[in-house]
């Protein structure tokens, strides 16, 4: 164990150097104004994980009976621990408690959280698509639009089975476009300067799909507590319904004698 702590010590200690090196042979192959393609990048990334929260998670907020802007102070802390790990995994247990105390039922809490680590990775998808996207036009290769479609519905199935790690996204869609074959792998070097700064945003809109998901799903099986949730979300304290005892134990405890003292014959 302690061996696997120091190696893990040594690459993170390594990680700045190989990330140095990645931005040093970007600018040294492709010239300064490479820079600002990947700040352009990096902009039209972040700019669509917004757009995705606002105009596709907000309609379904409202339609679950909630605000999406109350939602994301409920969760405001988990979505800071994402921003500080770029993990979206690096919450679940938090997570699956808020939800519960947002008046989801444990059942589907428990549920929903881990499968839409797997099931429901939307940063993933739209940072695969956008990143392949500007492989491809960063190396010259001319795609179609029959091309581009396939590779958006490639890289959404192929983002389903990504875990919520830190630079899991990296080698998944280096192994799905080399099993593609239109776009140059070589070209992902490109990103490897910027990829941690993406992953943030991929986390975070991951963690935050996840969370709406959760209470829609909830709100469509009936498993949510609209009174508790309006409270949780509202910032009141939500008190505990205390354990009722089962019924016919008052009447056992009556029926139950306390046992008589003992006495010492005379």
């Known amino acids: 164990m302690q061996g696997m702590f120091r190696i893990v010590n040594m690459v993170m200690r390594l990680a700045p150097i190989g990330a140095f090196g990645a931005i040093a042979f970007t600018i040294g192959k492709y010239g300064f104004g490479s820079l600002f393609s990947l700040g352009k990048l990096m902009a039209c990334v972040y700019l669509t994980c917004a757009v995705f929260v606002i105009f596709v998670l907000g309609p379904i907020c409202r339609y679950s009976g909630f605000s999406l802007w ?102 998944i869609l280096a192994a799905t476009l080399s099993s593609l074959g239109t776009i140059p792998v070589a070209g992902m070097v490109l990103l490897l300067g910027v990829d941690r700064f993406m992953s943030e945003a991929r986390a975070i809109t991951n963690t935050i799909g996840n969370g709406v998901g959760t209470m829609a799903i909830a709100k469509w099986v009936g498993a949510l507590d609209t009174v508790k949730m309006h409270k ?15 019924a016919g134990a008052s009447l056992l405890a009556k029926n139950v004698q306390a046992p008589r003292p003992f006495r010492q014959p005379v």
Do not use: C
């Open 232 to 246: 949780a979300l509202n910032g009141e304290v939500v008190e505990e319904k205390p354990e009722t005892a089962p």
């Open 70 to 171: 109350k939602f994301l102070k409920f969760i405001k802390e988990e979505l800071f621990t994402v921003l500080g790990t770029s993990s979206s995994e690096s919450v679940l247990p938090q997570l699956i408690s808020k939800m519960e105390k947002a008046g989801v039922s444990k059942p589907v809490a428990g549920m929903i959280i881990p499968s839409g680590l797997t099931f429901n990775p939307d940063g993933q998808a739209i940072y695969y698509t956008i990143a392949a996207i500007f492989i491809a036009q960063a190396t010259n290769t001319p795609l179609t639009l029959t091309d581009q479609l396939i590779v958006l519905a490639v890289l959404m199935f192929t983002s389903k089975g990504s875990a919520g790690v830190t630079g899991s996204g990296f080698i």
